[in-house]
């Protein structure tokens, strides 16, 4: 990825946090300038200046690759401006998963006059972590520009959680040769999803096909609450308050399971490729319907004849049609009936999906038309991981007494057809007594979480404001000690009638 694509960007700024004790508090503290005093009567507390923040629709967003489609391997989101903080960023943040690897970072504006600065979002798949390496570096390298260079008391470093943060630790110590502070994947989540619905606007959103994006006003009354967080595989989290949380389940059935399938049964090889497939395909050539059973609805239990009975239920019987065709037609010679090819991808052949023979594409080399395409597979799949999702998150939210469940995670991608299986599934199970959320930054909850539990220099450390605090502490009780000591002396002197000075 050229590193020329960043030079509109100019990092890295935003105030400290403590994340020993207390509870996250990102604040509105009006005027610019944030005191530090009062940031250190509060631990636990995050500092970043909320006021006037929103989301940018339009101008200049985190950096495109410049073909226009963005690239393979990693995935943009729109950028949140920051329009009054001012306070300087000495990290940067990443959630490193099983498939992707999400970065946020704080920049301002290249020759810009206006005060504050942006959060920018960016993800890699994690098979490509040496780009996203790359791309870190040349943050590194722009910060030191800015910040007076390798010597800058400032030093910038990593805020690092999600499984990478152990897995490749070293790499990136080695590579940016910076400190790299790992934080709690879960509690890196509440706290970015906590951030997400209290204080940014237009971020929220509930889903429906009559309604599609109608958005929630952030609010503080929002506990208790379910997250499900859907990566490679997915967590059903129970939150009671700020940093009270439970996993309460889980399944390994989730965008990794989507991805490795459909790797297997497409030609697509990114998981936004498999997204477009899926929001071009049709499912009812490859699942079984209660219409395709009964001949209408089932209404007696509340069945729409369109209501999936069996994902993929339909593929064998017509795929044994087909192949009993081709024999017939002497199409399939001497090639073994049962053997279904597999399509193989080959990174220097262009990808050409209407030129591929597979039948995948609705082509076959004997000039048979398959009866379904992998843009059907495609979405029959999607239907069938996300109809599973939500029915287990119903269950949890059943068990637990929730009524408001947030769907975050890369699996969602702000996709129609998955925000709307999941919004239709909740609603469906619970009669409508169960209300799903979708966020525009879903994917990036434990990357804003790691970002916001940058601890302020030396904190946490030798010298560290626990240390400070209990010093402080000692000496006011010293102090009291003293003077009691005094009070008591003057006392015992008047009882025996003589004035101590």
């Not at 379904?372 to 599973?388: E, K, M």
Request: glycine residues 10%; contains cysteine.
């Amino acid at each position: 990825m050229p590193t020329d694509a960043y030079q509109a960007e100019a990092p890295l700024a935003t105030s400290a946090s403590n994340t020993n004790g207390g509870t996250l508090r990102v604040v509105d503290p009006g005027p610019a300038e944030v005191d530090l005093d009062t940031t250190l009567s509060h631990p636990g507390s995050v500092r970043i200046n909320v006021k006037g923040a929103f989301i940018v629709d339009q101008g200049t967003t985190t950096p495109a690759s410049s073909n226009g489609r963005g690239s393979p391997n990693h995935h943009e989101t729109k950028d949140i401006r920051l329009p009054n903080h001012t306070a300087v960023v000495s990290h940067i943040a990443i959630d490193i998963g099983g498939s992707l690897a999400k970065l946020v970072y704080f920049s301002r504006e290249a020759h810009s006059t206006d005060p504050g600065g942006r959060l920018n979002f960016v993800s890699f798949e994690t098979d490509h972590i040496d780009e996203c390496l790359e791309f870190m570096r040349t943050l590194k390298q722009k910060y030191q520009k800015l910040n007076g260079g390798a010597d800058s008391p400032n030093e910038l470093c990593v805020m690092a959680t999600g499984g990478g943060a152990y897995k490749y630790y070293d790499m990136i110590r080695e590579v940016l040769g910076v400190d790299v502070l790992r934080e709690d994947e879960m509690e890196c989540l509440i706290i970015g999803l906590d951030f997400f619905i209290t204080e940014i606007p237009r971020e929220v959103f509930t889903y429906s096909e009559a309604n599609p994006m109608h958005f929630v006003p952030p609010s503080d009354n929002v506990y208790p609450y379910l997250l499900v967080n859907i990566g490679s595989g997915v967590s059903f989290l129970k939150v009671s308050g700020p940093r009270e949380y439970e996993r309460v389940g889980g399944t390994s059935l989730g965008g990794g399971t989507l991805w490795g399938l459909l790797s297997l049964l497409t030609g697509a090889r990114t998981f936004d490729e498999m997204l477009d497939l899926a929001s071009r395909g049709d499912n009812t050539t490859v699942d079984m319907l209660v219409g395709d059973i009964y001949g209408t609805d089932y209404g007696k239990i509340g069945l729409k004849s369109t209501t999936i009975a069996s994902s993929f239920g339909k593929v064998f019987r017509k795929k044994r049609q087909a192949e009993n065709e081709a024999e017939d037609s002497g199409g399939l010679g001497h090639k073994d009936p049962h053997r279904h090819p597999v399509h193989q991808n080959h990174d220097d052949a262009p990808h050409d999906e209407t030129a591929s023979p597979h039948p995948e594409n609705g082509h076959q080399s004997n000039g048979h038309t398959p009866p379904f395409s992998s843009a059907d597979i495609s979405r029959s799949l999607l239907y069938a991981i996300s109809n599973n999702i939500g029915q287990i998150a119903f269950l949890q939210s059943q068990i637990h007494g929730l009524s408001h469940i947030y769907f975050g995670g890369s699996f969602i991608r702000g996709h129609p057809q998955t925000m709307n299986t999941l919004s239709y599934a909740i609603k469906f199970w619970s009669k409508g007594a169960k209300q799903a959320y979708f966020l525009r930054h879903e994917g990036y909850l434990g990357a804003v979480g790691a970002f916001l539990k940058r601890q302020p220099r030396n904190w946490g450390r030798r010298g560290s404001f626990e240390e400070a605090e209990a010093a402080a502490l000692q000496g006011r009780m010293i102090a009291r000690a003293i003077e009691s000591e005094v009070l008591a002396s003057c006392s015992d002197a008047e009882d025996g009638g003589v004035l101590v000075a």
